[in-house]
């Protein structure tokens, strides 16, 4: 069964509204998740690293008022995308490591975001 | 600068007939390599972690070798079922546990 939860699948907004997705580990708790950003045909592209009660680490580049990662449980990490536009369009996935370390991270299914 | 490259971008197989993706990596002290396969518009399911040059790894059709510079990727016999893209991932020192860099996959179509 799936060991990581990812919602919405599917979602299609408004140029200029704001769009929550949820990443649920399942089967563990998790310190620690990574949220991801895949454009067709291209490979995933890490955007942030989301550290349970703190802040979250973003890559270069990654503009965090607008990806905004709220991790307050250790199973339960948000991402916020705010004042969405069509360039934001894209695939975002999440994965989740579990806190015994030194195992693989597991992978949301995903979630289709269509910015219109 | 550390790099993953998949090759080749895409890979067309009949039913039966075996093949090996290639990933190649430059990374200073690569603490582990792993393979996903990813179903389209699905997150990547995980197959495979390699740790160091010389270890492989088997599951069904597949199997997944590690070198200094390189790890490939077996499908023996595929089936129709084996098509996806197929990702290769490098996890680097200096990086958190988990944080994984990629490469831009091989989308692989078996056909009957």
């Known amino acids: 069964g799936a060991v990581v939860s990812q919602h919405p699948s599917r979602v299609i907004c408004k140029s200029g509204t704001s769009v929550k997705i949820e990443c649920r580990s399942l089967?563990?708790?998790?310190?620690?998740m990574f949220w991801y950003r895949q454009f067709p045909k291209q490979s995933l592209m890490l955007m942030a690293t989301s550290n349970e009660g703190s802040k979250a680490t973003y890559e270069q580049g990654v503009e965090k008022d607008k990806f905004l990662i709220n991790h307050a449980s250790l199973t339960l990490s948000t991402l916020t995308v705010t004042s969405a536009h069509p360039e934001d369009s894209s695939f975002y996935i999440c994965s989740v490591l579990p806190r015994a370390r030194n195992t693989e991270a597991f992978f949301g299914q995903g979630t289709r975001l269509t910015v219109v | 600068e550390d790099q993953v490259t998949q090759s080749p971008e895409a890979l067309r197989l009949q039913e039966g007939e075996s093949s090996s993706l290639n990933c190649s990596y430059t990374?200073?002290?690569?603490?582990?390599l792993f393979w996903y396969r990813q179903d389209p518009g699905k997150g990547p399911e995980f197959l495979f972690t390699?740790?160091?040059a010389g270890e492989e790894k088997e599951k069904e059709r597949l199997k997944a070798t590690l070198t200094k510079k390189e790890s490939f990727l077996h499908i023996t016999a595929p089936k129709p079922e084996d098509s996806a893209t197929y990702l290769c991932a490098v996890q680097v020192p200096t990086d958190s546990w988990g944080k994984l860099q990629f490469g831009a996959g091989t989308q692989v179509v078996v056909t009957p």
């Open positions: 390699l740790y160091s």
């Open positions: 089967d563990f708790q998790a310190t620690t």
């Open positions: 990374v200073s002290g690569l603490r582990g």
